[in-house]
Nanobody, 125 residues
Framework: VQLQASGGGLVQAGGSLSLSCAAS????????MGWFRQAPGKEREFVAA????????WYADSVKGRFTISRDNAKNTVYLQMNSLLPEDTAVYYC???????????????????WGQGTLVTVSS
């Protein structure tokens, strides 16, 4: 699966941004997909994930109530709507396809996970 993320940029605290991740590949519409982020000097962390049918979603506690993940399988695209952004949301955001660990409540990547190239989100205070 090939993933192309877009939509990052600079926004003031309290503002909103919407990220998109276009997927291509025969099985892309049947894969759970998610967003991760990596802030400067920190490890990559889970942000949100959505099941392949879109019926189930998972969020990191730090973004619950502010971010919304969704997908449009007809367009092979996953979205991340980010509202009430905080300076600590500043990071490079990566989309990912095919995750594991759902039973723990925090999906995580594994050896089969495919990654997009990342898009930078900067939130100014």
């Amino acid at each position: 699966v090939q993933l192309q993320a877009s939509g990052g940029g600079l926004v003031q605290a309290g503002g909103s941004l919407s990220l998109s991740c276009a997927a291509s590949g025969l099985t892309s519409s049947r894969l759970d997909m998610g967003w991760f982020r990596q802030a400067p000097g920190k490890e990559r962390e889970f942000v949100a994930a959505v099941s392949w049918r879109g019926g189930n979603t998972w969020y990191a506690d730090s973004v619950k109530g502010r971010f919304t993940i969704s997908r449009d399988n007809a367009k092979n695209t996953v979205y991340l709507q980010m509202n009430s952004l905080l300076p600590e949301d500043t990071a490079v955001y990566y989309c990912a396809a095919d995750l594991t660990g759902y039973l723990t409540g925090t999906p995580r990547p594994y050896e089969n996970t495919d990654w997009g190239q990342g898009t930078l989100v900067t939130v100014s205070s």
